[in-house]
Nanobody, 122 residues
C-alpha cells in the first residue's frame, strides 16, 4: 500500500500560479502511474492530469491543457502539478492518486491522498 501526502494548496488570485506536490511512501514509487483529481463544491470528482511511470506520457483534461503541467521526480518519490493562469473554476480540493497506468488511472485510481484545497479568487 502506498501513502500519499499532498501539499502546496492555498488561496491565489485569478491569473496566478500554484505548484502542488505529492510525496509518496510505501511501495516502489516508480512502479506507479501518478495523477491528480479534483472535486469542486457540489460537484463530482474529476480527472485532472496523469503521468506514466517513467514520465514519458502525460494526459490532461481539456479544461487545463496549456495551463497545468504534471511532472514527477522518481528519486524524490514526488509528483508535481504546476498550475498557471488559474481561474476561479479551478477552485477545488485536489487529490493525488496512483494507478497501474496513466490510462487506467483516469477511470479508476488505486489509491488516494487526503487532498489539498486550492481556492482561486476573482
Amino acid at each position: 500500500q502506498v501513502q500519499l501526502v499532498e501539499s502546496g494548496g492555498g488561496l491565489v488570485q485569478a491569473g496566478g500560479s500554484l505548484r502542488l506536490s505529492c510525496a509518496a511512501s510505501g511501495r516502489i514509487f516508480s512502479s506507479y502511474a501518478m495523477g491528480w483529481f479534483r472535486q469542486a463544491p457540489g460537484k463530482e470528482r474529476e480527472f485532472v492530469a496523469a503521468i506514466s511511470q517513467t514520465g514519458s506520457r502525460t494526459r490532461y483534461v481539456d479544461s487545463v491543457k496549456g495551463r497545468f503541467t504534471i511532472s514527477r521526480d522518481n528519486a524524490k518519490n514526488t509528483v508535481y502539478l504546476q498550475m498557471n493562469s488559474l481561474k476561479p473554476e479551478d477552485t477545488a480540493v485536489y487529490y493525488c492518486v496512483t494507478g497501474p497506468s496513466a490510462s487506467a488511472l483516469v477511470t479508476g485510481p488505486s489509491s488516494w491522498g487526503q487532498g489539498t484545497q486550492v481556492t482561486v479568487s476573482s
